[in-house]
Every structure is written in structure tokens, then in C-alpha cells.
């Protein structure tokens, strides 16, 4: 009885934009590293060494930075999709690449959250449970951009409500969730499927057990920019531990190659990538620059994205979230 992983990494990101125009979400770096290397390192941690990567968009650009995953100390297999299966076509899908064996469970985890959660107190009360599906929860101020779940009090979903405009409670679905082997045979085959709108409710509809696990520690969808920006600071500032981020001193993370000009002061969680150049008297705050990106003396910049071999011209000062696309 092995607990395996599926990380759903095939969304457009549609919201991160231009960003994701040749990179897609998962591979976007966060503290210095793709997205996903903080998810793949936070199953790892939990003890989850075999995981299927679910890609569709830019499906081509994870194998070669992940490979077979040894160098992880993982087995990373990759579950393509021609044509985007939505979430519930994506799991099914990516279920038939991991052998699964009667007794196993799955984690599968939304690609773009990054989260504190107990995932090894998740796995544990999933199988204490003796649920089909139980499900991460947390708890968000204003629900309507997420699936919002109901609990009773010994923690059985009630309903699956995606994406409403009058949220029933704060307790949303916070995108991992672990399935037992069997349910992957109710979910059709190549066919699009959303897990949220079609599969949940047809699980509670057919009477299985589907809990819900409660956890209120650190955790960020990074589908935005001004999200991603927060994780990348975040992480840095190690507000939040990712056994993957880069060791820096708690207040940037500068790549070696970087050139800092005289005077200039780079703080606040800021990632200054490989090949940066950084003019002189700049002040990078709670910023990420991505490779090769020049910035022009006396620049200002404040929680802002700056492209790939941009070029900032000096005396920018700006707080903009997308600079130089
Ligand atoms: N392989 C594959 N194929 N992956 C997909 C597909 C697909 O067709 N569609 C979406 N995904 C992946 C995305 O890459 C992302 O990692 C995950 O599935 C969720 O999709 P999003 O587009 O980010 O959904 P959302 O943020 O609007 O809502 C989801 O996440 C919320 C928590 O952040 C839902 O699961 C909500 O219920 C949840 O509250
Ligand atoms: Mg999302």
C-alpha cells in the first residue's frame, strides 16, 4: 500500500499573462527555482518518492528540466495530453502511467499552491478516515473564486460548490487532494472532465466518504502576478520553509553571476536571477528579475516582475507588477 503523487501542471495561466506566454505557470521560477521543484520537494518531504507531472500547455519543457526525477530522488513520469482534459481528464489520465495497485492512495495536487499544510497529518487522517477522497481545506475571507466546501462536524463534505457567487462558508478547496485507488475507475476516460464541477459532486451524489481535511497554515494560489510575486518574497524571507529554495541570507537571493552596481541596495525578498546586471545607486525591492534583464542606473523598483533579458531604462521608478514585457 504506497502513496503516490499526481501534480496537475497542464493550466494555461491564463491570469499570469504575458508571463506565461513561453513559460507555462508550474515552470515559472519562485525564490529562484521552477514552481513545481517546491511541490515535487513538499511530496517528497511527505514521503511521496513516485509522482506523475499532468501537462498539456508547454507539455515539452518539464522533461527536460525534470527528467526521470533521480536527481530528486524521486520517479517522475510524465502523463501528456494532447488536448487539454480539464482537472478530471488530467487525473484520470495521469493515473494510468502509475500502476496502481488496490490499497494505494494518490495525492494530487493543484500546480500553482504553495502551502504549509501537514501533508504526512493529511495522508494519515485520509487513512484513519478510511475515505475515498479526502480533501485539504482552508478557510479564505471571500470564497467566490474557489470551490467552496461544507463540513459537518466529523468532517464529511456536504457539497462541492465551484467558483459561486454567494459562498456558503470561508472553507474552500485548497487544491490537494488524495484519492484512494478505487475512485480513479469512476472518472471516464479521454473525455474532458473538471474534477470540481463534475467529479466531486458525482462522488458525494454515489454516497462515498469524502472528508475534509482543516489547515489554516501559510497558503497562496501564485495564479496572479502580484500572488507569485508574494510566494517569491515569501520564500525568501522564509516566511514560508521550501526544502528547494536556494540558500540566501533571509533577504534576497542573488545568483552569483549577477552584477550589482555601486550603492545599489536589493532587499525585501527580491530575486536577482543569473546574468542580471543592476546599474549603479538602484533600490530593488520585493522584486523578481528574471535572466539576462539590464537595469539602468538610479532605478526604482518595488514588488514588480521584470522580464527576461529586458532592458530598464535608468531612472525608472515604478511599483508596476509586469515590468518590461
Ligand atoms: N493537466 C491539466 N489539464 N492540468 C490542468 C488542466 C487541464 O486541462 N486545467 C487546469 N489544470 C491545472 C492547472 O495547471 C492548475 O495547476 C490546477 O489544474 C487548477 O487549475 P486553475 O486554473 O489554477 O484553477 P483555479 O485556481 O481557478 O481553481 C482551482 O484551485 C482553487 C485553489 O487554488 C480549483 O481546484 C478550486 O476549487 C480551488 O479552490
Ligand atoms: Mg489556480
Not at 500502476?99 to 504553495?114: A, E, H, Q, R, Y
Not at 500572488?227 to 528547494?244: E, G, N, R, W
Request: hydrophobic share 45%.
Amino acid at each position: 500500500m504506497s502513496v503516490k503523487g499526481i501534480l496537475l501542471v497542464g493550466g494555461k495561466g491564463t491570469r499570469l499573462m504575458p508571463l506565461t506566454k513561453h513559460t507555462p505557470k508550474p515552470m515559472l521560477e519562485v525564490a529562484g527555482v521552477p514552481f513545481t521543484a517546491h511541490q515535487l520537494a513538499k511530496a517528497k518531504a511527505a514521503g511521496i518518492t513516485e509522482i506523475a507531472l499532468a501537462t498539456s500547455y508547454m507539455a515539452d519543457v518539464f522533461q527536460p528540466y525534470f527528467g526521470d526525477g533521480s536527481a530528486l530522488g524521486m520517479k517522475i513520469h510524465y502523463a501528456i495530453e494532447t488536448e487539454a482534459l480539464g482537472t478530471g481528464g488530467a487525473i484520470k489520465n495521469a493515473s494510468k502511467v502509475l500502476d496502481l495497485k488496490p490499497g494505494d492512495s494518490v495525492v494530487i495536487f493543484n500546480g500553482d499552491v504553495l502551502s504549509g499544510h501537514d501533508l504526512k497529518a493529511q495522508i494519515d487522517f485520509h487513512k484513519n478516515s478510511k475515505a475515498a477522497v479526502t480533501l485539504f481545506l482552508t478557510e479564505v475571507a471571500d470564497a467566490r473564486a474557489f470551490g467552496c466546501v461544507p463540513l459537518d462536524a466529523e468532517k464529511n463534505v456536504l457539497a462541492f460548490l465551484e467558483k459561486m457567487e454567494n459562498p456558503v462558508t470561508n472553507l474552500i478547496n485548497a487544491g490537494c487532494y488524495i484519492f484512494d485507488s478505487s475512485v480513479f475507475e469512476l472518472i471516464p476516460s479521454e473525455i474532458v472532465i473538471s474534477v470540481e464541477r463534475e467529479t466531486f459532486p458525482d462522488l458525494l451524489n454515489r454516497g462515498l466518504v469524502v472528508k475534509g481535511f482543516v489547515d489554516l497554515s501559510y497558503w497562496l494560489d501564485i495564479g496572479t502576478p502580484a500572488a507569485l510575486i508574494t510566494a517569491s518574497k515569501d520564500l525568501v524571507m522564509q516566511k514560508l520553509i521550501s526544502p528547494a529554495t536556494p540558500k540566501n541570507d533571509g533577504f534576497a537571493l542573488i545568483a552569483n553571476d549577477a552584477t550589482l552596481g555601486k550603492s545599489t541596495k536589493i532587499s525585501g525578498g527580491s530575486v536577482i536571477s543569473k546574468g542580471v546586471f543592476i546599474g549603479d545607486g538602484c533600490e530593488i525591492i520585493g522584486t523578481i528579475i528574471f535572466e539576462g534583464a539590464k537595469i539602468g542606473d538610479n532605478c526604482r523598483i518595488i514588488s514588480g516582475i521584470v522580464a527576461p533579458n529586458s532592458k530598464i531604462p535608468a531612472n525608472t521608478s515604478t511599483t508596476s507588477e509586469i515590468i518590461g514585457y
